[in-house]
C-alpha cells in the first residue's frame, strides 16, 4: 500500500505576517482556510508547485520552532527570486554542505524552512 507525501503542519501566531511570509515573499498560494467559528484561530492549506504546507493557529496543533526540509531543483533561481523581492526580514544565502546545497530562511513565528538540493562541493570533487 503505498504512501503520499507528509504535510507537514506549522505553528503561525498572526494571520498577516503568515500570509505576508508565505503568499508575498515565498510565492505560496492559499489553497483553503477554515475557522470553526468567527474570532477562532485560523488553520490553512498552502502551496507552491508540489510542496503543501498546513499553518495552524491552534494551540497544540504544531511546536514553535519546527524545521522541514524542501527539495527544489533550481535552488540558485529560488534564492534570486527571493532576493529580488527585498523581503525585509530575510536575504537568504545558500551554504554548501556535505549533503547538497541548503537555503535556510526561518519564518515569522520561529519555524525553520531547508530549501535543499542535491550535489554538494563533496559531490562534485568526486570522480565518476
Known amino acids: 500500500m503505498p504512501l503520499g507525501s507528509p504535510i507537514p503542519v506549522l505553528r503561525m501566531f498572526d494571520e498577516d505576517r503568515a500570509r505576508e511570509f508565505y503568499v508575498g515573499f515565498l510565492g505560496f498560494r492559499v489553497d483553503w482556510e ?6 477562532t484561530p485560523l488553520y490553512m492549506q498552502l502551496s507552491r508547485d508540489a510542496c503543501v504546507l ?3 493557529g491552534h494551540h497544540g496543533d504544531a511546536t514553535p520552532g519546527s ?14 527570486d527571493l532576493l529580488a523581492k527585498k523581503y525585509r526580514h530575510a536575504r537568504p544565502g545558500i551554504q554548501e554542505q556535505p549533503w547538497g546545497r541548503d537555503m535556510t530562511i526561518a519564518d515569522p513565528f520561529g519555524n525553520r524552512l531547508t530549501f535543499t538540493t542535491a550535489g554538494g562541493a563533496k559531490d562534485a570533487a568526486q570522480p565518476d
Request: negative net charge; charged residues 35%; aromatic residues 4%.
Open 54 to 56: 498546513h499553518l495552524s
Open 34 to 39: 477554515h475557522r470553526f467559528e468567527p474570532d
Open 67 to 80: 524545521a522541514l526540509r524542501i527539495r527544489v531543483e533550481e535552488l540558485d533561481a529560488l534564492q534570486q
